[in-house]
């Protein structure tokens, strides 16, 4: 769980209350349990065309950065991402990070061979 993520649950128990929260915490999906209200069901999909048609990204080769910015994190590609954070060529890690082999790697991790 990462600051973000904590706080957004933190926030969320402040919603409830004392007892909200121990409720949810001790049972978590009864935050779903909600009785049914009118004649009409809502149901929200995010990005559900990303998921029936997926795209695969390519990272450019080049990303343009203000000088402090340069050679850091979030300005990084290709081999320099890879050395950064140790990551070896050929792996999944590295299709997802780099434009380095993209489309073999693609074919083999993401499309399946």
Request: aromatic letters at 12%.
């Amino acid at each position: 769980m990462n600051r973000r993520e904590l706080l957004q649950l933190l926030s969320a128990l402040a919603v409830l209350g004392p007892r909200g929260a121990a409720k949810a915490l001790e049972n978590p999906q009864s935050l779903y349990d909600l009785p049914p209200y009118g004649d009409a069901t809502l149901l929200y999909f995010s990005d559900l065309h990303g998921q029936a048609f997926p795209h695969y990204f390519m990272e450019p080769p080049n990303l343009i950065a203000p000088k402090p910015l340069m050679g850091r994190p979030g300005y990084l590609t290709g081999e320099a991402v890879l050395r950064y954070y140790g990551v070896e060529r050929g792996t999944p890690l590295a299709y997802l990070l780099s434009y380095l082999d993209f489309v073999e790697l693609a074919r083999a991790w993401a499309i399946g061979g």
